[in-house]
């Protein structure tokens, strides 16, 4: 079993819509977990870090953590053709840098 | 600033060669660390290196190994080349790599694209 589990999608939506990402994972020791956005062609770019459970919101972003199902979720608001990309979802205990990756779900936005 | 630098962007290489990446992390970030991303397994950890040192490895083969000069840029070395190795190699710098949650900040290059024939 993968270490961290996403949907690969692909996903597509018309722009204004609500768009709901999710990660599953089965480490419990996880307490740091990131969401990141790869554009085609280009290196993930950190969007937002949350720590333990709760929610963070940031614009139209919102991510929240709910380390009892062991589940993460990124929500946008208002989706975009710009947000087309492929989101990723990281983690990582509370030593050390190691990250595991979601495999990533592509996202397609129609004007 | 200027952010993570990576070269070469593509490289055809031949089953059975090796290949060395460089990585040249954004100023001030120690922390360097390699990822290699295919389509079927995402992004997989290979090994992150600290102030010259590696502190963390990924379950990869030996063919695979880095090293970090004291400027904090890093090299990646694969050797014997096989054909599952074709994917993209990413680094990723960060400013210490601790406990503090700022510093899980990763900052990615653009990757090198390899393609083993």
């Known amino acids: 079993q993968k270490e961290v589990e996403q949907d690969p999608g692909p996903l597509s939506v018309p722009e204004g819509a609500i768009v709901s990402l999710n990660c599953t994972y089965s480490?419990?020791?996880?307490?740091?977990f990131m969401w990141y956005r790869q554009y085609s062609r280009k290196g993930p770019e950190l969007l937002m870090y949350?720590?333990?459970?709760g929610n963070k919101e940031d614009g139209r972003f919102t991510a929240q953590v709910d380390k009892s199902s062991k589940y993460i979720s990124l929500f946008i608001r208002d989706s975009q053709p710009s947000d087309s990309a492929t989101y990723l979802c990281?983690?990582?205990?509370?030593?050390?840098?190691?990250?595991?990756f979601g495999t990533g779900t592509s996202l397609t936005v129609i004007p | 600033k200027a952010g993570v630098t990576q070269t070469p962007r593509y490289l055809i290489k031949t089953r059975g060669q090796q290949v060395t990446l460089s990585c040249s992390p954004i100023?001030?970030?120690?922390?360097v660390s390699w990822y290699q991303q295919t389509p079927g397994q995402g992004l997989q950890f290979l090994f992150e290196?600290?102030?010259?040192?590696?502190?963390n490895k990924g379950n990869f083969p030996g063919r695979f190994s880095g090293r970090q000069f004291s400027n904090s840029r890093s090299e990646m070395n694969v050797s014997t080349l096989e054909l599952g190795d074709s994917a993209l190699y990413l680094c990723?710098?960060?400013?210490?790599?601790?406990?503090?949650?700022?510093?899980?900040?990763?900052?990615f290059g653009p990757g090198t694209r390899l393609t083993v024939t």
């Open positions: 990723a710098s960060s400013s210490t790599g601790g406990r503090v949650l700022t510093s899980y900040e990763q900052y």
């Open positions: 480490n419990s020791a996880f307490q740091y």
């Open positions: 949350t720590y333990s459970s």
């Open positions: 990281a983690m990582s205990e509370s030593t050390g840098n190691q990250f595991y």
């Open positions: 100023s001030g970030h120690r922390s």
């Open positions: 290196y600290f102030s010259e040192t590696q502190r």
